[in-house]
C-alpha cells in the first residue's frame, strides 16, 4: 500500500540554524501539507500546497518557514533560522480526491538546542 | 470558525468490551469531513474511519463505526472488542468540503486497554 515517507526521522539542530524536513508524498496525490505537533499538544496545521503553491496557511508559517516541491516526488519544509520552541514532532501528509482523506507521513521530531 | 472538541482526555476499556469517544465541532458549512486518526506510541497518525456530512448512514470500518449526528454536531467513534493494539491517541478531525483546506483537530483522547 502506498505511503507517506518522511526524512530524517529525527533532526538535531542549533538555534538559528536552518533546517530542511523531507517528504515523499503518495504518488498520484495533489495536495501536500504539513502540521507539527508539540509534545503533549493536538496537531497543528501549518500549510497546504496544490498546484506548486500554497493555497492555505496558519499564523505559525510565518516568514521563517518556506515549502518547496523540487521535483515532481519531494516536498520539503524550510526552517530558516530555528528557534527553541520550533521543537517538534512535523508530520507531512498528501490528499488525492476531493473526498479523500489525508494520509501522513511517520513525522519528523525536531529537536532545537 | 471550525473548533473541534473533544471532552474526554483519557478513557479506559477492558479488552474485548467496547468504549466510545466523544467529538463535537462547531461550523457554519455544510459540506465537510469528519475524521478519526489514531496515533500509537510510534506518534505516526493512521486514519480509522471517515465520514461525509451528506451521508446519513453511519460509516463502519470492521470494528470501528461512528454515530454521526449533524444536527448536534456530534461525530462519535465506537471501538467494539477493543484489542491491546487499539490502545493509543485518538484524535478528532474536522475538514470543509472545499478543495485543498486544512484539517482541524481535536485535543485527542488517550485511550486505554486493559487485559
Known amino acids: 500500500e502506498p505511503e507517506v515517507t518522511q526524512t530524517p526521522s529525527h533532526q538535531v539542530t542549533q538555534m538559528g540554524q536552518e533546517v530542511i524536513l523531507r517528504c515523499v508524498p503518495i504518488?498520484?496525490?495533489?495536495?501536500f501539507y504539513w502540521y507539527r505537533q508539540i509534545l503533549g499538544q493536538k496537531v497543528e496545521f501549518l500549510v497546504s500546497?496544490?498546484?506548486?503553491?500554497?493555497?492555505?496557511k496558519s499564523e505559525i508559517f510565518d516568514d521563517q518557514f518556506s515549502v518547496e516541491r523540487p521535483d515532481g516526488s519531494n516536498f520539503t519544509l524550510k526552517i530558516r533560522s530555528t528557534k527553541l520552541e520550533d521543537s517538534a514532532m512535523y508530520f507531512c501528509?498528501?490528499?488525492?480526491?476531493?473526498?479523500?482523506?489525508?494520509?501522513f507521513g511517520p513525522g519528523t521530531r525536531l529537536t532545537v538546542l | 470558525a471550525q473548533t473541534v472538541t473533544q471532552s474526554q482526555p483519557e478513557m479506559s476499556v477492558q479488552e474485548a468490551e467496547t468504549v466510545t469517544l466523544s467529538c463535537t465541532y462547531d461550523?457554519?458549512?455544510?459540506?465537510?469531513?469528519l475524521f478519526w486518526y489514531k496515533q500509537p506510541p510510534s506518534r505516526q497518525m493512521i486514519l480509522v474511519i471517515r465520514?461525509?456530512?451528506?451521508?446519513?448512514q453511519n460509516a463502519t470500518e470492521n470494528r470501528f463505526s461512528v454515530n454521526f449526528q449533524k444536527a448536534a454536531k456530534s461525530f462519535s467513534l465506537k471501538i467494539s472488542d477493543s484489542q491491546l493494539g487499539d490502545a493509543a491517541m485518538y484524535f478528532c478531525?474536522?475538514?470543509?468540503?472545499?478543495?485543498?483546506?486544512?484539517?482541524?483537530f481535536g485535543t485527542g483522547t488517550s485511550l486505554t486497554v486493559i487485559p
Open positions: 465520514q461525509e456530512a451528506y451521508k446519513q
Open positions: 504518488s498520484n496525490h495533489l495536495y
Open positions: 461550523t457554519s458549512e455544510s459540506d465537510y469531513y
Open positions: 478531525a474536522y475538514r470543509r468540503g472545499d478543495t485543498g483546506n486544512q484539517f482541524y
Open positions: 501528509a498528501s490528499r488525492g480526491l476531493i473526498i479523500g482523506a489525508q494520509y
Open positions: 500546497f496544490y498546484n506548486n503553491e500554497i493555497s492555505e
